[in-house]
């Protein structure tokens, strides 16, 4: 069996933007909403198909798709709490600070570490960062609005 990796892409009508899907070992790596295609992107991947149902009202957690995270491990205790967020819930920093084991919710510097990871995340829609009402997003603002909008957040 050979390993599925490269870069897929589609337009969104929705989001006004590209959806992009990075992909190594059968696992994904990222998700951006540049402007315009890459160059020599695919368009058919299961999991954009998956995100392009989930823009289109299916509600879709993601929560089995594989992913690769490269990124600190304060970061990844984060986005493991983050991607727990049920859809159509959302939460603020204070509380997803609470969540993360060796995090203190009322400690200014473990809630910037939760907004860096947040603002950082290589993964919007598959880990939910559109879901901490007051913390950034690694996605476009209009992006984040729609996303928050889709799952009358």
Known sequence: MS???????RES??????????????????????RNFA???DARHEVL???????????????DVEIGLTVPTD?????????????????SVEPLTGRIP????????DRDRVRTALDENPIPIIIPDHRVRDGPSAAPPKVEQRLRSLEGL
């Open 13 to 34: 009508n929705y989001l006004d933007r590209c959806v992009q899907v990075g992909v190594a070992s059968d696992r994904v790596v990222s998700v951006s909403f540049p």
């Open 102 to 109: 060796g995090f203190d919710p009322e400690d200014d510097d």
């Open 39 to 41: 160059s020599g992107a």
């Open 75 to 91: 970061q990844r205790s984060v986005l493991e709490a983050v991607r727990e967020l049920p859809y159509g819930t959302q939460t």
């Open 3 to 9: 390993e599925v990796a490269g870069i897929y892409a």
């Open 49 to 63: 198909d998956r995100i392009f149902e989930y823009l289109e009202g299916d509600h879709d957690e993601f929560r």
